[in-house]
């Protein structure tokens, strides 16, 4: 499917932070999340693309846009959980692979490669604790 042009606007709610995708004056995609600038890390607290505009590049370009800001704002840690092995790629090809470390929940804290933790959303579909590394390219 051929990438969806849209607009990119962040805004800023004291701590908290949204990362706003348009297309046509219409929001096809959210990014939000929360910061602790103190102790350098944002969590991101969800991200959803309407299911009309997925498969399109909105996600990537929230994520490419939310990797500019960090950087700009010398944080260096983004932690979240994941469902869907969708955002395991976007992840890696923005913030570089590597850079990310993918575990389960209490039960299960052990970190998983890249494959294990696409198979655990695919198949398993199960959910994944995430840490990544915000580095300059």
Same mark, same amino acid.
């Given at each position: 499917m051929k990438p969806l042009p849209c607009m990119?606007?962040?805004?800023?709610?004291?701590?908290?932070?949204?990362i706003q995708a348009t297309s046509k004056g219409t929001q096809v995609g959210l990014l939000s999340l929360q910061l602790?600038?103190?102790?350098?890390?944002?969590?991101?607290?969800?991200?959803d693309v309407e299911e009309e505009y997925q498969r399109r590049g909105v996600a990537t370009?929230?994520?490419?846009? #939310?990797?500019?800001? *960090?950087?700009?704002? /010398? $944080?260096?840690? #983004?932690?979240?959980? *994941?469902?869907?092995? /969708? $955002?395991?790629?976007?992840r890696e090809a923005v913030f570089g692979h590597g850079n990310t470390i993918y575990s389960g929940f209490k039960g299960d804290p052990s970190p998983l490669t890249v494959s294990e933790a696409i198979h655990r959303m695919d198949v398993d579909y199960g959910r994944l604790v995430v840490e990544t590394k915000i580095k300059r390219k």
């Open positions: 990119l606007r962040v805004k800023r709610f004291g701590d908290s932070w949204e602790d600038l103190p102790n350098s890390y944002a969590v991101v607290s969800a991200v370009k929230l994520y490419s846009r #939310l990797r500019r800001k *960090l950087l700009e704002m /010398g $944080i260096k840690t #983004l932690h979240g959980c *994941l469902e869907g092995s /969708g $955002i395991i790629q976007i």
